[in-house]
């Protein structure tokens, strides 16, 4: 299975660019983080307790 299978619906795209616009909590479903894969490298991302955003590698 492709991992593209698994994103969220956009909440919608912006017709300017095409840029498709996801809330951060629908792809931290569990509320802590998630993991994003870009070339074979795994990175996380978070939500601070303060509602920041954090991406690490």
């Keep these: 299975m492709s991992l593209m299978q698994n994103l ?9 660019d ?3 616009v996801y809330d951060a909590r629908d792809l931290i479903l569990n509320g802590l983080k998630a993991a994003i894969v870009l070339d074979g490298q795994t990175y996380t991302l978070r ?6 955003l954090i991406l690490t590698k």
């Design 47 to 52: 939500i601070t307790r303060a509602g920041k």
């Design 8 to 16: 969220p619906t956009p909440r919608n795209i912006d017709d300017a």
């Design 18 to 20: 095409g840029t498709a």
